[in-house]
């Protein structure tokens, strides 16, 4: 049962154009959500995070946006940079259940950007 | 700036056996947490602790498995009979707690059982 789907596993973007990686979830209870850059062995890297209570955030390079009525977020890259290729996953939270903010993970997305 | 750290990076062991696997956790850091991600699947939770006990469990965190905090800086995943199907990778987390949710990885340790 995927709560968090994640329906594209790859992604090819040019250096400097945006990357828009997409994520839905089934489970109307989550109410916070996370994007995390993983590179081979190595450990997820928090990128950025939005609450449900918000439509958009934005940190630097990346903005992501939650459309709660479609259960679906998405990440976008602008300018992508060839140092951005590695896999990003969508995770979420429902905190409303008193969660100790166990991460519920999609299957990711490998970006690859072309210099 | 501070960082989770997790040994070993690569554990081989025979199926059977008991592993333990280690996690020094950020040092401000009250919640903790075990995932795993068998070769080719997503991230999965296992396990979180808080406050000296576990918190929440997913199925996966039968009774082969067990946590512990020995010493306020160390976390630890131990199963306790190894079998084909728990090789993974396993990343421990830490958050710092209150209106904060992200979570930091280690690098994870490589489990291989034969």
């Known amino acids: 049962d995927q709560q968090v789907k994640q329906n594209s596993p790859s992604l090819s973007v040019q250096e400097g154009r945006i990357s828009i990686l997409n994520c839905d979830y089934t489970?109307?209870?989550?109410?916070?959500f996370l994007w995390y850059k993983k590179y081979p062995a190595e450990g997820p890297t928090f990128l950025i995070s939005?609450?449900?209570?918000?439509d958009k955030n934005e940190d630097g390079r990346f903005t992501v946006f939650l459309n709660k009525s479609a259960k679906h977020l998405s990440l976008h890259i602008v300018p992508s940079q060839p140092g951005d290729s590695a896999v990003y996953f969508c995770a979420a939270i429902a905190r409303i259940w008193g969660s100790q903010g166990n991460l519920i993970f999609g299957k990711g997305t490998k970006l690859s950007v072309k210099p | 700036e501070p960082e989770v750290t997790q040994t070993p990076s690569h554990q081989v062991t025979q199926m059977g056996q008991e592993v333990i696997l280690r996690c020094v956790p950020i040092?401000?850091?009250?919640?903790f947490y075990w995932y795993r991600q068998i070769l080719g699947q997503k991230v999965e939770f296992l396990v979180s602790f808080y406050n000296n006990e576990i918190s929440e469990k997913s199925e996966i965190f039968d009774d082969q498995f067990s946590v512990e905090r020995p010493d306020g800086s160390n976390f630890t995943l131990k199963i306790r009979s190894t079998k084909l199907e728990d090789s993974a990778m396993y990343f421990c987390?830490?958050?710092?707690?209150?209106?904060?949710?992200?979570?930091?990885f280690g690098p994870g340790t490589r489990l291989t059982v034969t």
């Open positions: 987390a830490s958050r710092a707690g209150g209106s904060s949710y992200e979570q930091y």
């Open positions: 489970n109307s209870m989550f109410d916070y």
């Open positions: 040092s401000n850091h009250l919640y």
């Open positions: 939005i609450s449900s209570i918000k």
